[in-house]
Structures are given as C-alpha cells and as structure tokens.
C-alpha cells in the first residue's frame, strides 16, 4: 500500500492563480481531511469528508473547494490565491470507526 | 471558541523521563489523541484515549481525566530520535472533526 500520497510536494503561485492540490489513498478508507499548518501551530482543518460525494466545512474553509467523486480521490481547490494561503497542506483518511489518522506528506505552498 | 493549551517546548536527556500536558476547553469532547511529528515529516499517530485512564503502547503512554479536562503523553527511556514537535487533539463530536493543540517541542539531549 503507498497509503496517503500527495502531489506536488512544493509549489509556487502568483497571487490570483488558482490550483489543485492532489490527495489520493489505497487503504479504501471511508474519511478523508485536508489540514493546513503554519509555522509554530498545530494543523487546523480545512474541509473534510465523511464518503463518495459527501463533503463538509472545516475551521478554516473560506478560499478552498473540495470534491470527492470516489472514495480515493479528495482533491483541495486553491480558487484565487492569496499570500494568506502559504501554508504546508496535509491530507489525512481515517477508516470508519478507527482513531488513526493517516496523513500524506504534505504539500508546501508560497503564494507571492 | 475551542482550545488546547500545550507547552511550547520541553527539553530532556536521553534515557530520562518526560511528561507532555495538554488541556482544553471544547463544546464537545469524544477522545484525545496524541500525534508525533518530525521536522518536515507527517504527524504520525501514536494514542488516543476516550476514557480516564492510562493507556501504554512501548515507551509511551497516554492519560487522560475527562472531569479535569486534562490529559498527558509520558514518554520513558528517552532516545533521541524522540527529539520532535508532539501535538494533543481533540476528537469533538461523532464526526470526523478533530481539533489540535499548536503543539510541544521536545528537544532530546545527549
């Protein structure tokens, strides 16, 4: 199982570009989440979803959209970059039931 | 609002013993979890509790007092690769919503 991947790794973009970071997983996990971490804080939680097609808000949802068309697939929508955005972006899935989250690599984004 | 309140950073000598406290104040409480995190990795998941108690997996173990609001991450036989970013979370509602403290620091010395 490759678990949780992430692409890209890094990534930079002019204020205005729009993009989407891309989150699969193989272990059919039923929940998956996309967090963003700024130096020195803990991961606030942007969007997440509960299975196929069922989608809900985070803390901090405002400038993102997210899909989730198949159960491993949940890409996250940067619609109009801003500099507030330059973050490192983690997806995580957690099976129905279990307490462990799994999460990606991460991706570093630096929005000029 | 939710919080979780954690010491910013801790420091301990190998093969000491180290305690990392975490407290919060949620409108809902199911479980806290603990995650571990290195310098430019993912947060890996080593515990969570949902009832009082102590939890022990290896070196580490996991309390946690509902009617204090109040849980820790004792960490034993320090080794240096211990030396990483240590987050508590807390599992709000029957949801997958979790919400983190901003994290413990601890630095492993020789």
């Known amino acids: 199982n490759a678990g949780v991947t992430q692409t890209p790794k890094f990534q930079v973009l002019k204020t205005g570009q729009s993009m989407t970071l891309q989150c699969a997983q193989d272990?059919?996990?039923?929940?998956m989440s996309w967090y963003r971490q700024d130096p020195g804080m803990g991961l606030r939680l942007i969007h997440y979803s509960v299975g196929a097609g069922i989608t809900d808000q985070g803390e901090v949802p405002n400038g993102y959209n997210v899909s989730r068309s198949t159960t491993e697939d949940f890409p996250l929508r940067l619609l109009s970059a801003a500099p507030s955005q330059t973050s490192v972006y983690f997806c995580?899935?957690?099976?129905?039931?279990?307490?462990?989250?799994?999460f990606g690599p991460g991706t570093r984004l630096t929005v000029l | 609002g939710q919080s979780l309140e954690q010491p910013s950073e801790v420091t301990a000598v190998e093969g000491a013993i180290v305690q990392i406290n975490c407290t919060y104040q949620?409108?809902?409480?199911?479980?806290l979890s603990w995650y571990q995190q290195h310098d430019g990795g993912a947060p890996t998941f080593l515990s969570y509790n949902a009832l009082d108690g102590l939890e022990e997996t290896g070196r580490f173990s996991s309390f946690l007092s509902r009617s204090d609001s109040y849980g820790y991450l004792l960490l034993q036989e320090l080794q240096m690769k211990d030396s990483a970013s240590y987050f508590c979370?807390?599992?709000?509602?029957?949801?997958?919503?979790?919400?983190f403290g901003s994290g413990t620091r601890l630095l492993v010395r020789p």
């Open positions: 979370a807390v599992r709000m509602d029957s949801s997958y919503k979790l919400i």
């Open positions: 272990m059919n996990h039923e929940y």
């Open positions: 949620t409108s809902g409480f199911y479980g």
């Open positions: 995580a899935s957690r099976k129905q039931g279990g307490n462990e989250q799994f």
